[in-house]
T-cell receptor
Framework: ETGVTQTPRHLVMGMTNKKSLKCEQH?????MYWYKQSAKKPLELMFV???????ENNSVPSRFSPECPNSSHLFLHLHTLQPEDSALYLC?????????????FGPGTRLLVL | GENVEQHPSTLSVQEGDSAVIKCTYS??????FPWYKQELGKRPQLIID?????GEKKDQRIAVTLNKTAKHFSLHITETQPEDSAVYFC??????????FGRGTSLIVHP
């Protein structure tokens, strides 16, 4: 259970706050992903990085800003969020960016925006 | 974009019964079909997957079947146990390198 870690596990923030979510993978993978998981909805892909290059930005509002300083770390910077952004944010990684790769998920950050 | 329909959204069974969850997809280029299990408060984890050159794959009490002509694939769990209670997600990819997930099925196994 330590392959992909995320911090913090829980976060409460006001709409004017700025916070960052952190993801770290210890699997030697080259691709990393951010997903949003809301109740009653499918997993929503937000961003994809391959070898530190962003390859997908799935129409995500600019109040979410990703950063991938190296292939082991992925951040999601948050600012001026809305209550509807409250959700579980999951990070995942895979060996490479290929459609047949298994994704390994982190435990998620439960975010509540007040 | 790719669309994956997953049914049912909720499935309630008695311990020992079988459970079947079905997903349909639209992208004929899809060639990889994983299933993930997410227990309450935990991360999704891969439980079984199948590639398009295979029609069926089995791992103990879990099996996945694929019908590429009809564009659907199913998860079969036999002899269900209370610890099988979780949300199960299907996914597919291949046409695009990004997997598309179904909405999830909440499986409840009653002791």
């Amino acid at each position: 259970e330590t392959g992909v870690t995320q911090t913090p596990r829980h976060l409460v923030m006001g709409m004017t706050n700025k916070k960052s979510l952190k993801c770290e993978q210890h699997l030697g993978h080259n691709a990393m992903y951010w997903y949003k998981q809301s109740a009653k909805k499918p997993l929503e892909l937000m961003f994809v990085y391959s070898l530190e290059e962003r390859v997908e930005n799935n129409s995500v509002p600019s109040r979410f800003s990703p950063e991938c300083p190296n292939s082991s770390h992925l951040f999601l910077h948050l600012h001026t969020l809305q209550p509807e952004d409250s959700a579980l944010y999951l990070c995942a990684s895979s060996q490479n960016l290929a459609g047949t790769e298994t994704q390994y998920f982190g435990p998620g950050t439960r975010l509540l925006v007040l | 974009g790719e669309n994956v329909e997953q049914h049912p959204s909720t499935l309630s069974v008695q311990e020992g019964d079988s459970a079947v969850i079905k997903c349909t997809y639209s992208d004929s280029a899809s060639n990889y079909f994983p299933w993930y299990k997410q227990e309450l408060g935990k991360r999704p984890q891969l439980i079984i997957d199948i590639r398009s050159n295979v029609g069926e794959k089995k791992d103990q009490r879990i099996a996945v079947t694929l019908n590429k002509t009809a564009k659907h694939f199913s998860l079969h769990i036999t002899e269900t146990q209370p610890e099988d209670s979780a949300v199960y997600f299907c996914a597919n990819s291949g046409g695009s390198y990004i997997p598309t997930f179904g909405r999830g099925t909440s499986l409840i196994v009653h002791p």
